[in-house]
Structures are given as C-alpha cells and as structure tokens.
Nanobody, 124 residues
Framework: EIQFVESGGGLVQPGGSLTLSCAAA????????IGWFRQAPGKEREAVAC????????DYGNSVKGRFIISIDNAQNTLYLQMRNLKPEDTAVYYC?????????????????WGQGTQVTVSS
C-alpha cells in the first residue's frame, strides 16, 4: 500500500522560511508524478508544485514561483518543499500526493494517493 506522511508544518512569520517533508512508503519517486497541494478554509485545493523525477520536470503554481522549490531525495524516498518569503496567503493545509498514471499535471482531482496534510500558518 502506498502511504505518505507529511511533516514540517507550523507557525512562521511573514517573510520567513519553512521546509516541508513527505516520506513515502510503498512508492518509488522515480516512476510517477508527485506534487504538493494546499487548501485553505473555504477555498478549493490548488497545486503548489509538481515534479516528475524521471523526466526532470517541475511545475509551480503562479503564486509561489520564485519562492518555493520542490525536490526529491530518491535514496530516502522523501519529497521536500522549500518555502521562503512566506506570506499570510500561504496559510493552508499542505498535502503531498502521487499521480500514478502521470497524465494529470496540476489537477488535484486526478491524483491517486494523498497524505494526511500538515498545517502551515503564516502570521505576525
């Protein structure tokens, strides 16, 4: 069974930095598209960053371009999201997910496996 466990969320001041981790079990990051998504109260889930490791391709949401970096440590089966210059509008629950057929891009509804999420709150 494929499982994801997110960690690293918390409270951070505007302009600060935070790194999220997603440890995977029963999954090889080399073979599928994986990504970070987020959802704030009352808002639709949105893509933050997606990566296809085997194709060396990444895709970022417009609101986080230049501020967030998605990366993989394949040897440890761990996905990371490095976040800097955080803004209050970044406040949300962040999820990692896998798209097993590799064709859904940034469409969250096409992703097949999800972690439980980790809360990120940006506030002064």
């Amino acid at each position: 069974e494929i499982q994801f466990v997110e960690s690293g969320g918390g409270l951070v001041q505007p302009g600060g930095s935070l790194t999220l981790s997603c440890a995977a079990a029963g999954f090889s990051f080399e073979d599928y598209v994986i990504g970070w998504f987020r959802q704030a109260p009352g808002k639709e889930r949105e893509a933050v960053a997606c990566i296809a490791f085997s194709d060396d391709e990444t895709d970022y949401g417009n609101s986080v371009k230049g501020r967030f970096i998605i990366s993989i440590d394949n040897a440890q089966n761990t996905l990371y999201l490095q976040m800097r210059n955080l803004k209050p509008e970044d406040t949300a629950v962040y999820y990692c997910a896998a798209d097993l057929d590799g064709v859904d891009g940034t469409n969250w509804f096409g992703y097949d496996y999800w972690g439980q999420g980790t809360q990120v709150t940006v506030s002064s």
